[in-house]
């Protein structure tokens, strides 16, 4: 026998997020407000990739209290904001890494076709309006060429198969693999120099074997990367936030 769900059984859904803005020092410094079943306290946090400073409360928090924490913490986030690496458009002259290496982008509107590669220039074609998508389709065509073979001999050393890889614009982690050998790797890892992609694409495969991060895992991971990983690690964690700048 069935039973029909009423409202009152339903787990409470929590609100939309909300913009709030913190006044500090004659200026209006911008937070989006969330509420989340799991938080126990209220929390400030930095997301690099949308520019912006998330409060989270629990879903039992009043709202005032809430807000009080962030007009108290109204210093860190102006800090934080500041700190924010510039955004770094795909426009004509802008200089961006190729897997580490700085190229300078040129638009070629004389000429016929896509995008190419001379020296250390990106020269794209075509209309100005039309650049930014033609060289993020270059840049992610560029990564998974390096990526995709890179995949499969280190799966292929754990005697692991690979459903699928896929590219994806992940503002929120480099990599992720799903317990149906499906890796997922940020697209912006094509500005990364090669031992960081090298690092990460370890990470994934050991995963095909162990999905946690025990011991086991760490030791597997090692063992996959060419070089030690606390190299690619720091890198990372100085890094990342700039990674997350490019084409904006």
């Not at 400030?44 to 990739?49: E, F, G, I, S, T």
């Not at 005032?64 to 795909?90: C, E, K, M």
Request: glycine content about 8%.
């Amino acid at each position: 026998m069935s039973f029909p769900l009423f409202g009152r059984f339903l787990p409470k859904a929590a609100p939309e997020p909300e913009q709030l803005t913190i006044a500090h020092a004659g200026d209006l410094l911008p937070v989006t407000f969330l509420r989340s079943a799991r938080a126990r306290r209220a929390s400030l946090r930095v997301d690099p990739a949308r520019r912006r400073i998330v409060l989270t409360a629990p879903l039992r928090m009043a709202r005032g209290t809430a807000v009080d924490f962030a007009h108290a913490q109204a210093g860190w986030i102006a800090a934080r904001l500041r700190r924010l690496p510039a955004r770094q458009p795909f426009a004509d002259g802008a200089e961006v890494p190729l897997f580490g290496e700085p190229h300078r982008i040129r638009h070629r509107e004389d000429r016929r076709g896509t995008v190419w590669r001379e020296g250390l220039e990106i020269h794209v074609a075509g209309r100005p309006e039309h650049l930014p998508r033609r060289v993020r389709d270059w840049l992610t065509a560029e990564l998974k060429g390096r990526l995709v073979p890179l995949v499969h001999a280190k799966a292929q050393k754990v005697e692991r198969p690979v459903r699928r890889i896929t590219l994806r614009d992940s503002r929120s982690r480099w990599g992720s693999c799903g317990p149906d050998a499906t890796l997922s790797f940020s697209w912006r890892l094509v500005f990364a120099p090669p031992e960081v992609l090298d690092y990460l694409v370890a990470h994934e495969v050991a995963h095909l074997v162990h999905l946690n991060h025990g011991a086991r895992f760490w030791a597997l991971a090692r063992t996959l990367c060419d070089g030690p990983i606390e190299g690619p690690q720091a890198w990372l964690k100085k890094n990342g936030e700039v990674l997350l700048q490019y084409g904006g």
